[in-house]
Nanobody
Framework: QVQLVESGGGLVQPGGSLRLSCAASRSIFSPDAMGWYRQAPGKQRELVATITGRGNPNYADSVKGRFTISRDNAKNTVYLQMNSLEPEDTAAYYC?????????WGQGTQVTVSS
């Protein structure tokens, strides 16, 4: 069964940076689109950023200019570089990918922005 394995979450002060990584394991198929969603307590899950198999990114307005999504197709891995973090960015971040036509989700990694 395909798994998306996330890493890189943690606690950071406002204005700081974090880099999230997500690798697709146990897959004989290369992921098509990949990306990140987030869910804060009491709120719905929302899109953060996605990237196509050809590397075309798409961002939520709230993170444009602060976050950068990228991918390494040789490693089946997607990254999210998060700069100028704000308390409003605090959430569980979930990796997402389309693999062999199916939506696949990671287990989530917590990002907390607090002084």
């Amino acid at each position: 069964q395909v798994q998306l394995v996330e890493s890189g979450g943690g606690l950071v002060q406002p204005g700081g940076s974090l880099r999230l990584s997500c690798a697709a394991s146990r897959s004989i198929f290369s992921p098509d689109a990949m990306g990140w969603y987030r869910q804060a307590p009491g709120k719905q899950r929302e899109l953060v950023a996605t990237i196509t198999g050809r590397g075309n990114p798409n961002y939520a307005d709230s993170v444009k200019g602060r976050f950068t999504i990228s991918r390494d197709n040789a490693k089946n891995t997607v990254y999210l570089q998060m700069n100028s973090l704000e308390p409003e960015d605090t959430a569980a971040y979930y990796c997402w990918a389309i693999i062999a036509g199916s939506n696949t989700w990671g287990q989530g990694t917590q990002v907390t922005v607090s002084s």
